[in-house]
């Protein structure tokens, strides 16, 4: 089970920090990601990080957000700087590529301009 938290209302150019908590552990889990789905569109990959801490990203965040890991406390955050409005979406994780059933409920953010 995954729980994202995190999220919240933010002016453009604010930032957010997201964390991801799993019930189980993550240790095994050789990539874990950052996903999020906006209204009428598809969940897409924002972020993802292997287990030794290699990091990919959108190209529509790159340069704005850092995705981090801690395999200790089974947890996955994403730092959100400079957000802007069309980061409007509910941000989720799960494991990358072949991600679990059981997306959690996700965390909301939304940026206003």
């Known amino acids: 089970q995954l729980q994202a938290s995190g999220g919240g209302l933010v002016q453009a150019g604010g930032s957010l920090r997201l964390s991801c908590a799993a019930s189980g552990s993550i240790s095994n889990i050789n990539v874990m990601g950052w996903y999020r789905q906006a209204p009428g569109n598809q969940r897409e990959l924002v972020a993802r990080?292997?287990?030794?801490?290699?990091?990919n990203y959108a190209d529509s965040v790159k340069g704005r957000f850092t995705i981090s890991r801690d395999n200790a406390k089974k947890s996955v955050y994403l730092q959100m700087n400079n957000l802007k409005p069309e980061d409007t979406a509910l941000y989720l994780c799960?494991?990358?590529?072949?991600?679990?059933?059981?997306w959690g409920q996700g965390t909301l953010v939304t940026v206003f301009s």
């Open positions: 990080i292997r287990s030794g801490g290699r990091t």
């Open positions: 799960n494991r990358y590529p072949d991600p679990w059933d059981n």
